[in-house]
């Protein structure tokens, strides 16, 4: 059984290569790589904190769960606006989509 130091250090290795991974792309698709990275690493904190301090509780599982369906719809929305500037300008990069800026 992994004690919760385990538990908190691969949470950290994992969002710390998504944030590396976000910072550093200029793809769209890595970026969203990076970023589900992210959530995942802040999930397994989260599931650690939750398994270690209160297994009788399920809000934390919940919680996940909701997580969980929000990284669903933000890999589906993030890959239909990459599909849609793909088909319009034949690329993803994000540095020529200046554009897009407000």
Request: hydrophobic share 60%.
């Amino acid at each position: 059984m992994t004690t919760l130091l385990v538990a908190l250090a691969i949470g950290a290795v994992l969002f710390a290569i998504g944030l590396y991974g976000a910072l550093s792309q200029t793809n769209l698709v890595m970026i969203m790589m990076g970023v589900e990275l992210m959530l995942g690493g802040a999930m397994v904190n989260l599931v650690a904190f939750w398994r270690f301090l209160h297994p009788e509780r399920i809000e934390g599982q919940m919680f996940v769960l909701i997580v969980m369906t929000v990284m669903a719809i933000e890999a589906a929305v993030g890959f239909g606006l990459g599909t849609a500037r793909f088909r319009a300008k034949g690329s993803v990069e994000m540095e020529e989509a200046a554009e897009l800026k407000g």
